[in-house]
């Protein structure tokens, strides 16, 4: 009986299949991903999991060691304060003010750098230069100085904190985005575009943007590592969140005197903080690893 000899050709992968191949494959990323995942459920249900409220004191129970501690108890897993509070109910609350904050405010820098930068890069002649000069003024100056100068001036506070550090990151994410549009639009393949008669907006949307995504997943992993450190610091010189407040940087600064009596106080919030910091870096690097390697 006759039949067909020919064998269906096979389909390479597309490329979003083979970047979630590369980033499934990459350990640190998954790592990232599944500890980011993790913070962001911290930041929305962390209060809501906490066993104690941020400001219940325990009299008598004031600097109780952790509870592997041979003077801990396991009610205080980690511990308590010099004022009895429960060291991990603070910590689990604390994460949306540090972590969700820093989120918030990168994500407006990046949809407010990503329009400016991308306009700015399109631009050329004397509106160019000037803007970038202006640029490289602003990038002179530390972001953890500017955020200071801001609240020095607005006051102490979370939401004036947040918009200094949105202040301090926007020049950076405008240089990014500015330098990356602009390097592009000097390429071959653009002017080839330009030449078949496509609009500049085609030619930002349809060719720049995709070429430039893995640049700017690293940029805003940068802004996002930079704007937990910025708050957590800001909270720390009490120019951010203020006591009470179970903000990350606040604790540590509040804790800082303790830190021979009781070092964990001091220890906890920090490994927080380092720990959130290396989370995002590790899933920006693994985004953009498998960026590349989807795109070629």
Not at 40 to 58: E, H, N, R, V
Not at 168 to 180: C, E, G, K
Not at 223 to 246: K, N, Y
Request: net charge negative.
């Amino acid at each position: 009986m006759p039949y067909d000899s020919v064998y269906s050709e096979k389909r390479p992968p597309g490329t979003l299949r083979t970047a979630w191949r590369k980033f499934y494959s990459d350990a640190p990323a998954m790592v990232g991903l599944y500890g980011c995942a993790g913070l962001a459920l911290l930041c929305i249900f962390g209060g809501w999991i906490a066993p104690y409220g941020i400001d219940q004191q325990f009299l008598g129970y004031q600097l109780l060691p952790p509870s592997w501690s041979r003077y801990g108890e396991v009610s205080f897993f980690l511990g308590t304060d010099d004022l009895g509070r429960d060291v991990l109910s603070r910590l689990l609350s604390g994460a949306a003010p540090t972590v969700g904050g820093a989120f918030i405010v990168t994500l407006a820098a990046t949809l407010c750098g990503l329009v400016l930068g991308v306009v700015a890069g399109a631009t050329h002649g004397l509106r160019s230069a000037v803007l970038n000069h202006i640029l490289d003024t602003l990038l002179s100056i530390p972001s953890l100085l500017l955020a200071i100068i801001v609240v020095a001036f607005a006051g102490p506070h979370l939401s004036h904190a947040m918009f200094a550090v949105w202040l301090a990151l926007l020049p950076r994410i405008v240089r990014s985005v500015y330098s990356m549009v602009h390097d592009e639009l000097e390429k071959e393949y653009v002017i080839a575009a330009r030449l078949d008669g496509a609009t500049t907006l085609n030619i930002l949307w349809f060719a720049i943007l995709p070429n430039i995504t893995a640049g700017l997943v690293t940029e805003i992993t940068r802004a996002l590592s930079m704007a937990i450190l910025d708050i957590a610091a800001l909270g720390f010189l009490d120019l951010g969140a203020q006591l009470p407040s179970p903000e990350w940087g606040a604790m540590l600064g509040d804790a800082l005197e303790l830190i021979y009596v009781a070092p964990w106080t001091v220890m906890l919030p920090g490994a927080a903080i380092t720990l959130s910091v290396l989370l995002v870096n590790l899933l920006g690097d693994g985004i953009r690893r498998a960026i590349i390697a989807g795109g070629e």
